[in-house]
C-alpha cells in the first residue's frame, strides 16, 4: 500500500509538473503572438509607407476633421501640398480657410457648411502658398454621423491637380486655335484613316466632319494624284519632314484645289509614332493670281520684244537709206553687214515675241530663217551653194542666243562672200547639238586643239564649208576685220571657245554654255 505521505508527494509532483508544462504552453503562445504582432506591425508600417508613396505619386492627401472639437488630421502628402511643415498639427479650420483663393473663399465656406448639414461635397478650387505659388485642388468628402444621427467628424482627400489643370487648358487653347485656324487641320492614322478635321478642313474640302471620321484620307485625291498622300506618309515614317508641298486636292463636289501641305508625326508619351497631322492651305486664288501675273508679264516682255524688234528693223532702214549716199564698194558692203548684224538681232526678237516663250529660244528654227535671209541678202541662188543643216532641237537664253547669232551672221556672211569665188559650186554645213549627243554620233571626231576639254561645255556648233579656206596669213584670234574681231569677242562673251581648221575648206567649232539670265 501506499503510504498517505508519498499519495500526496506523488499529488504534488504531479500539479507541478501540470503547472510548468502550462507555463511552457503560455509563454511559448506569448512568443508566437508576439511575432504575429510584430509581422503586423511590419505589414502596417509597409502598408503606411505605401499608401504614403502612393499618394505622393498622385499627389493625393487625405484628412479629418473632427467638428466639435475643431482638430484636424492631416496626411504627409496634405502637408507638402500645403508646404506645411509635417510636425506641425494639422491646421484649424480658420487657418486652413487662410490659404483658400480670396475668389473661392465663399464657395469653398458655402460647401463646408453645406456639409456640416449632412451633404457630401467634390469641388475645385485655388490656394495661395506661403511662397505665393497658386495651386488648384480637387476635395472630395465624407461626412460621419453619431447614433443620433448628428455629424461629428468629416473625413476626405484632397489632390493637386494644377498640372492636370494647366494641361487641360493648354489642350484646350490648342483645340481653340485648331477650330479658329483658317487652315485645314486633320489627323489621320498610321494607315490613313482620318480622326480628326476641324472647321476649316470642312470649309476648304467641303466635307462635314461626320462625313470624313474614319474613311481614308484619299478621298480628297484627284485621279491623276491617286497614291501621292501614301507616298507622303511613308516619308513621314520614315522621318522625313514635308512642310508646304504645293499640290492638287479634290473636293467633296468634284472641283480641283491647289493646296499647300505640311505633314508631322504624332508621337505619344513614350516617343511611339501613333498619327500623322496634316495643315492644308488653299492656295488657288495665289495661283490663279500668279498665273494672272505671269501672263501679264509674258505680255509686256512680248511687247518689248517687238518694240526692240521694230527699233531695229529702223535703224537697219537706216542703214540703207544711208548705204544710197556712197558709191565705193567697200563702204556699201560695210553697210550691208551692218544690216545684217542688226537684221540677226531683230530676227531673235521677232522670234521671241512670236513664240510661246518669251524667255528662252528655240535656236534650230532661228538658224533656218537667219540662214534663209542671209541667202536672200547675198542673192545666191542654191543652184551653186548647197546649204545643209543638221540642228538638234535646243532652246537658249537671250544673253546666249543674241551673241550666238551674230556670230553666225558672221561665219555664214563670210563663207558666202569668199569661200566661192567666181561662181564655185559648194556646200556650207551647220551642225548644231548638246554635247552628249554629239559625242555619240561622232566617236572618232577627235579633240579640238586649243579649246576647253568638251565635257566643261553644254553645246557644240560647227560652222564649215568646202571652199577655198582661209588665207595662211590672216591670223584669226588677231584678225583685223570686224567680223573676225565680233567672232572673237562675242565667244569670249557667252564664256565659249572655237577652234578652226582649213583643210578643204573651213571649219569653225564653237563649244560653249546657255548663260543663265
Not at 490613313?192 to 484620307?217: F, P, Q
Not at 528654227?365 to 551653194?385: E, M
Amino acid at each position: 500500500m501506499i503510504k498517505e505521505g508519498e499519495k500526496w508527494n506523488r499529488i504534488e509532483n504531479s500539479g507541478r509538473k501540470r503547472a510548468e508544462e502550462a507555463e511552457t504552453n503560455l509563454e511559448h503562445l506569448v512568443k508566437e503572438r508576439t511575432e504575429e504582432l510584430e509581422v503586423a506591425y511590419k505589414s502596417l508600417k509597409e502598408r503606411e509607407k505605401s499608401l504614403s508613396d502612393a499618394q505622393k505619386m498622385a499627389h493625393i492627401g487625405n484628412w479629418e476633421w473632427e467638428i466639435a472639437t475643431n482638430k484636424s488630421f492631416w496626411s504627409d502628402e496634405l502637408y507638402r501640398i500645403f508646404r506645411r511643415n509635417p510636425q506641425e498639427t494639422g491646421p484649424l479650420l480658420s487657418e486652413f480657410l487662410s490659404y483658400i483663393h480670396p475668389d473661392d473663399l465663399d464657395y469653398v465656406v458655402g460647401t463646408i457648411n453645406k456639409a456640416i448639414n449632412g451633404e457630401p461635397y467634390r469641388i475645385d478650387y485655388r490656394i495661395i502658398l506661403p511662397n505665393g505659388g497658386e495651386r488648384t485642388l480637387h476635395m472630395k468628402s465624407e461626412i460621419i454621423f453619431d447614433e443620433k444621427n448628428s455629424p461629428i467628424r468629416i473625413k476626405g482627400i484632397v489632390q493637386d491637380i494644377s498640372e492636370r489643370i494647366k494641361s487641360e487648358e493648354k489642350i484646350n487653347e490648342l483645340a481653340d486655335i485648331v477650330e479658329s485656324s483658317s487652315e485645314a487641320i486633320y489627323t489621320t492614322s498610321l494607315v490613313g484613316i482620318i480622326k480628326n478635321w476641324n472647321k476649316a478642313a470642312e470649309k476648304i474640302y467641303g466635307y462635314s466632319a461626320e462625313e470624313t471620321l474614319g474613311r481614308n484620307v484619299s478621298i480628297l485625291e484627284p485621279s491623276n494624284k491617286k497614291g501621292e498622300i501614301e507616298k507622303l506618309s511613308e516619308l513621314i515614317k520614315q522621318g522625313e519632314k514635308i512642310q508646304q508641298f504645293e499640290t492638287l486636292r479634290l473636293k467633296k463636289d468634284g472641283s480641283i484645289l491647289n493646296v499647300s501641305i505640311t505633314l508631322s508625326p504624332v508621337f505619344d508619351s513614350s516617343g511611339k509614332l501613333i498619327a500623322i497631322s496634316g495643315i492644308v492651305r488653299d492656295i488657288t486664288n495665289r495661283i490663279k493670281a500668279e498665273e494672272a501675273l505671269a501672263k501679264a508679264e509674258e505680255a509686256r516682255i512680248k511687247e518689248i520684244h517687238h518694240r526692240i524688234k521694230n527699233n531695229l528693223q529702223v535703224i537697219s532702214s537706216l542703214l540703207s537709206l544711208q548705204a544710197e549716199k556712197f558709191k565705193d564698194a567697200e563702204v556699201l558692203e560695210a553697210f550691208k553687214e551692218s544690216q545684217n548684224r542688226v537684221g540677226s538681232m531683230a530676227l531673235i526678237h521677232e522670234e521671241l515675241h512670236n513664240g510661246e516663250n518669251v524667255e528662252t529660244l528655240n535656236f534650230a528654227d532661228y538658224l533656218l530663217k537667219l540662214t534663209t535671209d542671209l541667202l536672200n541678202s547675198y542673192r545666191v541662188g542654191r543652184n551653186n551653194i548647197n546649204l545643209k543643216l543638221d540642228l538638234e532641237q535646243v532652246y537658249l537664253n537671250i544673253d546666249t542666243a543674241i551673241p550666238l547669232g551674230i556670230i553666225l551672221n558672221e561665219l555664214i556672211s563670210n563663207s558666202l562672200k569668199h569661200a566661192f569665188p567666181g561662181g564655185r559650186k559648194g556646200e556650207i554645213q551647220i551642225n548644231l547639238r548638246r554635247i552628249e549627243t554629239f559625242a555619240t554620233k561622232n566617236k572618232n571626231s577627235g579633240s579640238n586643239e586649243g579649246c576647253i576639254e568638251k565635257n566643261n561645255f553644254d553645246f557644240i556648233l560647227k560652222v564649215s564649208d568646202n571652199g577655198i579656206g582661209i588665207p595662211e596669213e590672216i591670223d584669226i584670234q588677231n584678225a583685223e576685220t570686224l567680223g573676225l574681231q565680233l567672232v572673237n569677242i562675242l565667244i569670249e562673251q557667252i564664256d565659249g571657245c572655237y577652234n578652226v581648221k582649213s583643210d578643204n575648206g573651213t571649219e569653225f567649232t564653237i563649244l560653249f554654255n546657255n548663260i543663265e539670265a
